[in-house]
């Protein structure tokens, strides 16, 4: 498995650059799957889209990861590897279904938001006694709330999940995104498109790629592709 290792802010913008040129110029087709997590992680987080409006670091959804490499046990192993190696983490979003985004720990701890350079060193501090199961006060939950660092659950206000700061605009995204999507290609006669095509559709209700949107349907198996002569179509799954 391909080591990711911690790197200063400096070179985590030069190594993000350079990925980012390599891997924005590329279509879906060219890079659908992979043969293993680590590769596959490095590649999404280049394709990452930016976004400067309240911008947030480069994360992954988990269903994109299935999209990509046709083990998911595999990758369910890797991601857990990759979490104890403390390489990454992974956050359970609020977006109504199961869905988990990775985000490489090196990104979330670099994340230059209003609070995050005052909370780092707390956060790190209620990450080690939540995990130990110390007490932790409610003024102190209260400011990781406030920084957006921390969540409450919706079926338990008493427990809380760890979230990635300013994510709450692409969460909607996300959610409409989808919805976008398959309604495009239900409208069509026989709900599908071929991907070249569907690439260069822009997204009314989305800041989000197309591209990000795809891997997440396929992962999820809201969609599925099929190889034909002219190219790759993409499908809406029938229920």
């Known amino acids: ?76 192993r890797e991601l857990e590897s990759l979490r104890r190696d403390k390489v990454l983490r992974l956050f359970k979003l609020n977006t109504g279904q199961d869905d988990h985004a990775v985000m490489f720990l ?28 110390g007490k932790v006060k409610d003024s102190h939950i209260s400011v990781l709330i406030n920084a957006g660092v921390l969540t409450r659950q919706l079926i338990d206000p008493n427990m809380y999940w760890f979230s990635i700061p300013n994510i709450g605009s692409h969460l909607k995204g996300i959610v409409q995104g989808r919805k976008e999507i398959i309604s495009l290609l239900s409208r069509r006669r026989y709900k599908e498109m071929m991907l070249s095509s569907l690439e260069k559709k822009r997204l009314r209700t989305s800041p989000l790629d197309v591209r990000f949107h795809l891997r997440d349907l396929i992962g999820s198996g809201h969609l599925r592709t099929d190889q034909a002569p002219t190219g790759l179509i993409i499908r809406v799954s029938k229920d």
């Open 1 to 76: 498995m391909e080591n990711f290792p911690e790197s200063s802010s400096k070179g985590t913008k030069r190594r993000r650059n350079e990925d980012s040129d390599a891997g924005n110029t590329s279509s879906l087709e060219d890079d659908l799957t992979f043969t293993d997590t680590s590769v596959a992680l490095r590649i999404m987080r280049a394709q990452f889209p930016h976004i400067q409006k309240g911008s947030v670091e480069p994360f992954i959804l988990k269903s994109q990861l299935y999209s990509s490499v046709k083990d998911r046990t595999q990758v369910d």
């Open 106 to 133: 090196d990104d979330y701890l670099n994340q230059d938001t209003k609070w995050f350079s005052v909370l780092r060193m707390v956060f790190l501090m209620q990450c080690s006694l939540l995990s130990l199961g």
